[in-house]
């Protein structure tokens, strides 16, 4: 071994692997080997004392320097770690009663070894590989390869053959390439035929809210560089199939590396079949390095290894090895289960009872045993050789969908009999006998069991009546869960909190549906989903909440159960179909009964809540009034509330609609307000508060300050909104092109910028599955362009805006896209802000029929136009009225008076000067 002092090199190399200290990265082979925190911190310290024995109190004391940890969360850290490095070298050894030692070769290595290959990109979303693979780097060779020729290529293979890794193995290969990285898609949860397009908008990060799933799929990811993994295919071939021949047609960069039992037979398909690992097919004994030479004897040997300490590979044993290889045909999955054993009942022990486990099935059957019956014999064998406890914990462990941390298993499968440490060292044993895989890459460590093993335990469970019983434990857990995630949002960073209960989502899902399914079920299930909804808001999964929400709330309003039970459902619904102010009609019929609910039966924070949740909806439908009046509502309730947030939040509430209705000297100093107040963070209780709205305080800001004639500021307070919003919720960003910078731009008439933010919310929507909201938007701003641009001026025509909110802005944007409901709001006061702009549109309209009794009626609204805009402090509407008084004026006795006018107005402008509207005015200027 080398001295201390060379141990401490930044590179150590040992067997295959790198460790690079101060990077915290391993590579074996030159490929990255995922390790969470504390295995690397495990990894460190035995390496840097490699030769010792490191007691077990220094290991934790240094791992878990501020917790007190059992001995046996070392061991099985420990399991984990070896089963990661493929420990059949011996690289770490346990002394009993003192520690472990590193007892493999370390050899330092100078700053002139090469640094590391680059990680993949960013956004690569790939799951750990549990184990080190063996006997397959032919096979990830040529698929990496067939993945060049071939855009959509499917590993086949039976069950346990090890096809996940494989894939994993390729992407981690692959990933650097694409721009966009490599990504992972799990289909083992979805039930036979079920439609797939949602499993791929969650793993995608595409949010699955209701609308055409499929189209945003391929909206997003029609200009990405991207290799998607999609596993576990076989029960779901056919929905698949059309899906993907959906996504390749319409996304030229997009590949496919699909995981299947059977091929998924869609177009442009290459198949791979992987066969069983190799192994000595020949009566003819074989000495130990013969037999190594072979792949399925390899994962033996290291699994074994790995399991005992004390299992030697050698010429005497050689041949009981091939025999049990050649018994498991091969099998990975199989010979890792069957060499776990081998620590218990020797090797001879192993090989009789396989031997008879086989030939009963053979006898039984009267067939030659399939590969999956050879698989499932071996299953049922190595279940039965379980100790009692261990066997029911496996068992009560199958009903974890997302894998589980080891206080996840402690809550599900401890009880009176099975205490918590028995637990502890069953998920340590279990993790020994491959029936559990550690996820060394997560923090803390989540176990996962192979899908063929998981669907073996749950069918024992099943059996043994116990199945309820542990899918109410496991929705117990999940309540606690939740409320814990409830606790820790205020106190974590948004990623650090989605690290920890992202996994979670699979589970929860399944809970609250295994819980709807019971017998009074409904309270428990609203409890969880009044806890889940800030999970299902993060990780964009709306539709699936959402039809969660809507199943509660039916059957709470069959009971005619607890009404703030069903408020907050109806809130929740509400919250899910627009999460953000946006030119759509909502449907207000939940945040109406959320209210009326809050109003009769709830608490002033309730109500507040159900407030906020409807004014969202009032803006978005123009309703402006209504939305000022719930602000101020909240203004009274502030001062019995005692928080010193309720305030701001009143205040944040009227500024938007109060700007909207023309009073925007009143609507800034709100906003102001809001800006100078400490920045609080979204409120896992309150829904609403999940939006960003100091991001809708600069909107208002910036389009204050372009009305009142400061146009590079707006421009300036735009840029500093894009930046902010950039590192936000990709709804804020669309929220900030959409309602600032886009009409900024435009108003300002800089047509180059509207095309590139068109382009830039068009895309950026699709991502967030708000297309139905904004794309029309983007559509009608496209079309001013064009009509801006057309060779025949005005021969442009607008499709209907869909909204009020479209409608208010539509007239602003161009001369042509005035309708007459713009009119009829301003009218009726129902909005302010673009009244000015909306009466001279009108009157120009009016002054094109020619008649004498058209022009005094458009003389008279151009005269209001412009009253109402100094009124409001409007300068860049008041411009725009005076530029049209003066052109239309030009040629009668009332020319000096337009000019006199428009001098005035354009005296008002300081900044600004070469926006289109300025040069209009200069240019109708004698």
């Not at 198949?271 to 072979?294: D, I, K, N, T, Y």
Request: proline share 6%; hydrophobic share 45%.
């Amino acid at each position: 071994m080398p001295p201390m002092a060379e141990r401490s090199a930044p590179v150590l190399a040992f067997g295959p692997f790198l460790l690079y200290r101060t990077q915290r990265r391993l590579l074996e082979d030159g490929q990255p080997v995922r390790l969470g925190s504390r295995a690397m911190d495990l990894l460190i310290a035995l390496v840097e004392q490699a030769g010792q024995v490191v007691g077990q109190s220094d290991l934790m004391s240094r791992v878990w320097p501020r917790e007190v940890v059992e001995d046996n969360t070392l061991r099985v850290h420990i399991a984990a770690l070896r089963k990661a490095l493929g420990d059949g070298q011996r690289y770490i050894t346990n002394v009993p009663g003192r520690g472990y030692g590193f007892v493999a070769e370390v050899r330092p290595l100078d700053d002139s070894v090469a640094a590391p290959p680059p990680s993949a990109p960013p956004s690569t979303r790939l799951p750990p590989r549990m184990a080190r693979m063996v006997g397959r780097r032919e096979a990830v060779t040529a698929l990496v390869r067939q993945l060049q020729d071939h855009r959509f290529v499917t590993i086949v293979g039976a069950g346990g053959m090890g096809k996940t890794t494989v894939a994993l193995s390729v992407a981690d290969a692959v990933a650097p390439a694409p721009a966009d990285g490599a990504w992972f898609v799990d289909l083992s949860a979805l039930a036979p035929g079920s439609p797939v397009v949602e499993a791929f908008a969650s793993a995608l990060e595409v949010p699955t809210a209701t609308g055409e799933l499929l189209a945003r799929l391929s909206a997003h990811l029609r200009d990405k560089q991207m290799l998607v993994v999609v596993d576990n295919c076989e029960h779901v071939v056919e929905p698949l199939a059309a899906v993907l021949e959906a996504l390749l047609q319409a996304c030229p960069g997009l590949r496919v590396l699909a995981t299947s039992r059977e091929p998924v037979r869609a177009a442009g398909e290459w198949v791979h079949l992987l066969p069983a690992l190799e192994f000595p097919r020949g009566g003819e004994p074989l000495g130990m390095q013969q037999a190594l030479s072979f792949p399925a004897v390899q994962l033996f040997v290291e699994r074994a290894t790995a399991s005992d300490d004390s299992f030697v590979l050698d010429d005497d044993n050689a041949p009981l090895v091939v025999e049990v290889c050649r018994q498991l045909d091969g099998i990975p999955l199989a010979i890792e289960l069957t060499a776990a054993l081998v620590r218990v009942f020797s090797l001879r022990g192993v090989s009789d009872g396989l031997g008879d486990k086989l030939l009963a099935l053979r006898s039984n059957r009267r067939m030659v045993v399939s590969r999956h019956q050879t698989l499932h014999a071996m299953l049922d064998w190595s279940h039965q050789l379980l100790p009692p406890f261990e066997k029911a914990v496996l068992n009560r462990l199958s009903v974890f969908r997302g894998g589980m941390t080891i206080d996840a298993a402690i809550a599900v499968a401890s009880d009176d009999v099975i205490g918590r440490a028995d637990v502890r060292d069953a998920i340590a044993s279990l993790s020994s006998k491959s029936w559990l895989y550690a996820d060394v890459s997560a923090e803390p460590v989540r176990f996962h069991m192979h899908g063929v093993a998981r669907t073996f335990a749950n069918e024992q469970l099943r059996t043994s009546g116990a199945s309820d019983l542990i899918a109410r434990r496991h929705a117990d857990h999940l309540c606690n869960a939740l409320r814990k995630s409830r606790s820790d949002w205020p106190l974590q960073e948004q990623q650090t909190w989605l690290d920890r209960y992202a996994p979670l989502s699979a589970d929860v899902r399944a809970a609250i549906t295994w819980t709807l399914e019971q017998e009074g079920g409904a309270l428990l299930a609203e409890a969880m989903m009044a806890d889940a909804w800030m999970l299902g808001f993060q990780l964009h999964q709306f539709a699936d909440y959402e039809a969660l929400a809507r199943r509660v709330l039916r059957q709470l309003e069959a009971q005619n159960a607890n009404p703030l039970a069903r408020m907050r459902m109806h809130r929740i619904i509400a919250l899910f179909d627009g999460p953000q102010i946006g030119p759509r009609s909502r449907d207000t019929q939940h945040s109406e009964e959320a209210l009326a609910l809050a109003r009769q039966h709830g608490s002033p924070r309730e109500l507040i809540e159900s407030l906020m949740i409807r004014y969202i909806q009032d803006v978005s439908n123009g309703d402006y009034q209504h939305a000022l009046a719930h602000g101020e509502d909240l203004a009274g309730l502030a001062p019995a509330l005692g928080d010193p947030m309720a305030l701001p939040a009143s205040e944040r509430m009227r500024a938007p609609p109060l700007h909207l209705l023309g009073r925007h000297d009143d609507s800034r100093v709100l906003a102001e307000r809001v800006l100078a107040y400490p920045a609080w963070a979204p409120s896992f209780g309150t829904p609403s508060s999940a939006i960003d709205h100091q991001v809708g305080m600069r909107i208002v800001l910036a389009r204050i300050a372009w009305l009142q004639g400061r146009a590079d500021q707006a421009v300036v307070l735009c840029e500093d909104l894009l930046a902010i919003t950039r590192r936000e919720s990709g709804m804020s960003l669309c929220q900030a092109i959409g309602l600032a910078a886009l009409p900024i731009r435009l108003w300002r008439g800089e047509l180059a910028q509207v095309s590139e933010l068109s382009a830039r919310l068009r895309d950026e929507a699709a991502r967030q599955a708000l297309s139905l909201e904004w794309a029309p938007w983007v559509d009608a701003i496209e079309q001013v362009v064009q009509a801006d641009t057309a060779d025949v001026p005005g021969s442009h025509t607008f499709k209907p805006a869909a909204n009020s909110l479209f409608v208010d802005h539509l007239a602003t944007f161009s001369v042509h896209g005035l309708e007459e409901r713009a009119l009829q709001r301003v009218r009726a006061g129902h909005v302010g802000w673009c009244a000015p702009e909306v009466l001279r549109v009108k009157a120009l309209s009016l002054w094109s029929a020619g008649t004498d009794d058209a022009r005094a009626q458009a003389e008279a609204l151009l005269q209001e136009s412009l009253n109402l805009a100094h009124a409001q402090g409007a300068l860049a509407w008041a411009l725009r009225t005076a530029t049209s008084i003066a052109l239309l004026w030009q040629d009668g006795p009332s020319h000096a008076e337009g000019q006199a006018m428009l001098h005035r107005t354009l005296a008002g402008f300081s900044e600004g000067l070469d926006t289109r509207d300025l040069r209009a005015a200069r240019a109708a200027l004698d």
